[in-house]
Nanobody, 122 residues
Framework: VQLQASGGGLVQAGGSLRLSCAAS????????MGWFRQAPGKKREFVAA????????YYRDSVKGRFTVSRDDAKNTAYLQMNSLKPEDTAIYYC????????????????WGQGTLVTVSS
C-alpha cells in the first residue's frame, strides 16, 4: 500500500493550496481518508476526514469554513483544499487511510503517506 501526498509549498497568508493524496495497493473506495498535520515542535493532530462513501466529512474547529476534504474514487485520490491560509497552518501534512469508522485517532489509521510541507508566510 502506498499513499503519496503532494501539493504542499510556500504561500502567503490568505492564499490557497490543494493537497492531493494518491493511493495504490488498496481498495480505495472502502477506506475512510484522513488528513493530519504536524507543526514544528508540536504533536501531530487531526485536520479533516472523509468517510468511504462521502456521507460524512469531519474537520478540526480551527479549519472549519476554510478547508474542504474530498475524494475521487475513480482516481484513488483524496484532496484537501485549503483556503484563507494562516501562518499557524504551517506544518507537514499527512494523509492516512482507515478501514474503521473512527476518524479522529491516529491509531485508527493503518496506512500513512510520507507528508507534504505547507509553509504559510505572514
Amino acid at each position: 500500500v502506498q499513499l503519496q501526498a503532494s501539493g504542499g509549498g510556500l504561500v502567503q497568508a490568505g492564499g490557497s493550496l490543494r493537497l492531493s493524496c494518491a493511493a495504490s495497493g488498496l481498495t480505495f473506495s472502502n477506506y475512510l481518508m484522513g488528513w493530519f498535520r504536524q507543526a514544528p515542535g508540536k504533536k501531530r493532530e487531526f485536520v479533516a476526514a472523509i468517510t468511504w462513501n462521502d456521507m460524512n466529512r469531519y474537520y478540526r474547529d480551527s479549519v472549519k469554513g476554510r478547508f474542504t476534504v474530498s475524494r475521487d474514487d475513480a482516481k484513488n485520490t483524496a484532496y484537501l483544499q485549503m483556503n484563507s491560509l494562516k501562518p499557524e497552518d504551517t506544518a507537514i501534512y499527512y494523509c492516512a487511510a482507515s478501514s474503521r469508522k473512527e476518524y479522529f485517532r491516529q491509531s485508527d489509521y493503518k496506512h500513512w503517506g510520507q507528508g507534504t510541507l505547507v509553509t504559510v508566510s505572514s
